[in-house]
Each structure stands twice: as structure tokens, then as C-alpha cells.
């Protein structure tokens, strides 16, 4: 009898999986950005962990790793300069972090067994220490904790994490199991939101930290690589070839964002335009769920990393006015790395607000130029079984409401979205008249973080 139900509840499972309404999307059952939505990364921890940490970092074999050991007051207070200015996602301080390294360069661990593992998990208390004091609450949809998993070479010390040139030398299982505890441990007792596998410089070790991923139930991640110029990683392969490889993975789902970081800011727009070239439905006819990826971008200031002096040399890049084409072009997430501190996240994160309305109006004719034919068929689809009268009075109804809440609480995002859904209703004539009467509006630009906007009652 037992096993009659199981059989049957097996057999709808499948019915259901084939049925392309009823499948389970994997997307919204493990959500983390939304590819409607833009948030702000924080920058370079390391470079910024210098204002309130007294000790020499760069020299130092762990890096800003150390601090986590000598110093959580001094994480937990960079952390809160980044939300302070307006970062959305905050990185655990654990790009250098590693259970071997921190039992070589820390001799007075109580336990040197257990304590190095330890000191990862607590990367993630400390990050969500610093969220509870700005914000008064926990995470939310708006602040998350990102886990940084920096390559392999910067625990190497020597730099190659900008050249790969180590990635010849060891084995891809050598890369997993290397990976694959520190992974584990940002999972463990608080878990990150996602993985921020970043300057990774080459897509062979960005294949073996998704090896590593496929074992830790809701790992999720973004990928970001060094760039050595317009168009290659760091290892110098094709960065379409590498963005093909990451698709071509098995876990690719939990890829939530692929981009660079520590990179310039004058190569990401060459590099996104790459991207663009193979991040799109053509390229991958065959994958029911793929929606175009969004980008993550995070730039250092500009000047460039001397391994030898171990010192920055050279001039500062202007970021802000690369922000809105980043934004046309895909990109969801935008920070910074090396050497951008809290005062630059303060006007990425303003320049990003800024642009937010017209981005989403010109992706949105993007996206409609760029239909699949299967999304076509389902539009007109919809278009025949429109819903009757009652039902569509209903819905315009909840939609106000909706556009009327999120006005209220001045929240930008929810506006936009509003009024996205608001524009697709069925003869909403009366939404198109308020949108037009918002849009009419003129707010200065600096305000429109701080001011909600005001709508007329229509009533
Ligand atoms: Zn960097």
C-alpha cells in the first residue's frame, strides 16, 4: 500500500517535471538577486580594514585575514562602513581564508585541530554582527552576506592569482579538495546568501569550485574573473570561452552571476560586450531555464598591483562614469575591489540609484527585441485566454495597491517594479495616466534617494 503511494507520488513527480507550468523552478525556489533589481557590492576589504586595523597588511602572508584572529572589532567596523555607504551585499573576510594557511602563519590556537576551521565560520558571524548594528535587524533581501572564496593563487603570495601561471601545476581534484573545506565552513552554522568566487583567473579553477559546490546543499554563487586586457582571463583564455565552459557545467544553476572584479575600470565595458555575445538564449536554445545571467562587477581603483614592492602604483581610475552603460549592458551588481573604499561605494551606489528608471525602461525594449520565440508564443498565448472583465478589475485593483504601497514606502525598486507590471496590464488606462503623471515629475537627482516620490490619489 505504502509503496503504491510512493509509486504514484513518483509518477506525478515526473508528470510534473514535464509539464512545463507545473516544474519546479529551481530559480525561485533558491532566489538571490533579481535580475528586475540592482544592488551595491561593497570594495576592496583589505585596503579598507586599514583604517581601523593598525597592523601592517600587505606584507602579511594571511593578508586581511588575520584581523579575524587578532582583531573582529576591526571586521566588524569595515563591514559597517560598506552598509554605512549603501552596500547591499557585504563579503565575508575570508578571501585569503584557509584552514592550512591559518595553521602555518597563527601559532596560539587553543586547538590547532579544530580552531583554524572555526575562524572561518566566525568570517560570518562577524559580518552579520556588523548588518545587526547598522540596520537594528538581520539580513534581508536588501542586505546580504556574500562568502568570499578568493583562487588558490593568493594563498600562494606571489601574485598568480593574476597570471594562473599555477594552474598548470596542480590537478583540478587538487583545486576541489582545496576549495571544498572553506566552502563548507561559510556554510555550516550561519550560511552565507551566496559565494563570491572572485578573481579567479582562470575557468578551469572556476570548474573545480563548482565540483566543490555540487555537495553543499543551497550553495549558490557568483563567479567573477581577473581579466589580463579587453577580452582574456588572467590564464589568457577567451573570457567567451570561459563564460561557455561555467554554462556548460553541471551545476551550472547555482551560478546566480558571472563578471570580473580587480580589473579596470576602462576594460569592463570591452569585456561585457563580449559576454553579451554568448549571454543570451541563442547561444543556449536548448536550456528551458536560461534567462540571461546577470553581470557582477567590481573594478579596483585603477592602479596596479606591484608583487615584488607588494605595493599599489600608478593612477586612480573614475568608475562613476562608467555605472550606467555597466548597468545597459547587464550588469546587476556593481562594487569595487582593490583600493575602493566605503567614500567610492557611497557614489557607485548613488550613480546606481540615479539611473535605476531609465536602465529598466531600455532593458525592457531590449528584452522584448530580443524574444525568444517560445516566450512570443506564450504572450500570445496569454493574449487569447485574456482573463474576463471581473477578473482583470481585480487585478488592475491589487495593482494599484501595490504601486500605492510601494510609493509609499519610497522604495525605488518596488517603484519601478510597480509600475513594469502596472504598464502590462490589460486596458489599464487609468495606471497609464499615473505613471505618465510620476513620470511628469521632476525630481532633482540627488534627492531621489532620500525623497519618497508622491503620487496623487486617483480616488
Ligand atoms: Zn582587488
Redesign the pocket.
Known sequence: MFECVLRKNRKMEAQNFLDPCQRPDIEKLTPVFQTDKFYCLDG?FASSLQTFYQKDIDNDPLWSCRALKTDPEAVIQTHEAFLEAGANIITTNTYQGHHDLFRTHIKDFKDPCIDPHLLLEKAVELADEAIMRVNGTGRSLETLVAGSIGPYGACLGDGSEYTGAYIDTVSKEFLQEWHSDRIKRLMFNKSVDIFAI??IPSYIEALAILDALKDVHGARCWISF?CKDDSHTARGEPIEEAFAQLMNHPEALRIKAIGV??VKASSVTPILKRLNTVNNWQSWPDNDYFTKIPYII?P?GGED?NAVEKRWVGEIDDIICHIREWMILGANVIGG???VGPPKIKLIKKEIVNNIYEVTKLRLEQSRKEKRPIDQWSFDEKCLRRPPYEEQKRRIEVAKEFFRDASEDGDANAIITAQLEAMMAHNNKEMYEAIKTLERQEIPKDEIEEQPIEIEDED
Open positions: 576592496g572572485e578573481t581577473q572584479n580587480c567590481a579596483n598591483w575591489c582593490c583600493r
